[in-house]
């Protein structure tokens, strides 16, 4: 098994509260209405974002992927940073065991930094490389950009 770790940092124009509570804490809520491609995100064991939780993202009919199922680690709703591991899901493959993921929003006199870092770790002795994780990179940066817009353009939604 390997890991491979990638880091990226976005700005952002709204608050580390608002975006942490966007994609985190209440992206059940938010996230359906940003985009098209992410049908529901809900709890499907444990209590709702408590270490040891399982979130599952369900997409529409007929997107690539049917589900992924992401383990919550560890939550700090006071300094915004969430560790959480996809465990389950078309994405894995034969290739990857999991993905551990450390996402921190941190306030910028703009509005805030997102700082992501992934881990991705490999069955066997497969060699992940830098393209094959481009487009999932671009979808997560996609995510960020409209819950950003979505916020801006409604101020009172996660206020």
């Known amino acids: 098994m390997g890991v491979k770790s990638f880091f990226e940092e976005v700005k952002a124009k709204v608050s580390p509260s608002r975006l942490f509570k966007a994609l985190i804490t209440e992206s059940h809520d938010v996230i359906p209405k940003v985009t098209t491609s992410i049908k529901s995100v809900v709890t499907i064991e444990g209590e ?3 270490p040891g939780c399982i979130r599952q993202t369900n997409f529409p009919e007929g997107a690539q992927l049917k589900y992924v199922k992401h383990r919550i680690d560890a939550i700090d709703t006071e300094n915004y940073v ?16 999991k993905i551990c993921y450390e996402i921190k929003f941190e306030a910028s ?3 805030c ?5 992934s881990e991705y770790h ?3 002795d497969f060699v992940i490389n830098d393209e094959e994780i481009k487009a999932g990179k671009e979808q997560a940066l996609g995510l960020y950009k409209a819950c950003e817009d979505y916020l801006i353009a409604n101020p009172h939604v996660c206020a």
């Open 113 to 117: 930094n997102i700082k992501l870092t």
């Open 82 to 97: 969430c560790k959480y591991t996809l465990v389950e899901g078309d994405i894995l493959g034969d290739k990857l065991e």
């Open 122 to 124: 490999t069955k066997g």
């Open 48 to 50: 709702s974002l408590t």
């Open 109 to 111: 006199e703009e509005g």
